[in-house]
């Protein structure tokens, strides 16, 4: 199978913004000196918060999205009865 074949099968489950914000990690190897953990939680924070503006965001767009396709769908059928109407046997 080809690695650029993403089926929905084979993504891996998705993070919310609230994993991010929880993420817990083990302790840096004391040789290595590992990072700092305010920084590494401030940052993850900002992600966790910029995730949850897309999520919101995502929400909004597919409710509208879903609301103009039902608009179109109507005046679709609306227009499609007057046409028949109209045109001349």
């Given at each position: 199978?080809?690695?650029?074949?993403?089926?929905?099968?084979?993504?891996p489950a998705r993070i919310g913004h609230q994993?991010?914000?929880?993420?817990a990690f083990g302790p840096a190897p004391r040789?290595?000196?590992?990072?700092?953990?305010?920084?590494?939680?401030?940052?993850?924070?900002?992600?966790?918060?910029?995730?949850?503006?897309?999520?919101?965001?995502?929400?909004?767009?597919?409710?509208?999205?879903?609301?103009?396709?039902?608009?179109?769908?109507?005046?679709?059928?609306?227009?499609?009865?007057?046409?028949?109407?109209?045109?001349?046997?």
């Amino acid at each position: 199978m080809r690695t650029d074949d993403w089926s929905t099968a084979e993504r891996p489950a998705r993070i919310g913004h609230q994993q991010i914000r929880e993420a817990a990690f083990g302790p840096a190897p004391r040789r290595g000196g590992g990072l700092n953990p305010d920084e590494v939680r401030a940052f993850l924070n900002q992600v966790a918060d910029q995730m949850l503006r897309l999520e919101r965001d995502l929400a909004e767009a597919t409710s509208e999205s879903i609301r103009v396709k039902e608009a179109l769908y109507r005046w679709q059928v609306e227009h499609a009865s007057t046409c028949a109407q109209q045109r001349p046997r």
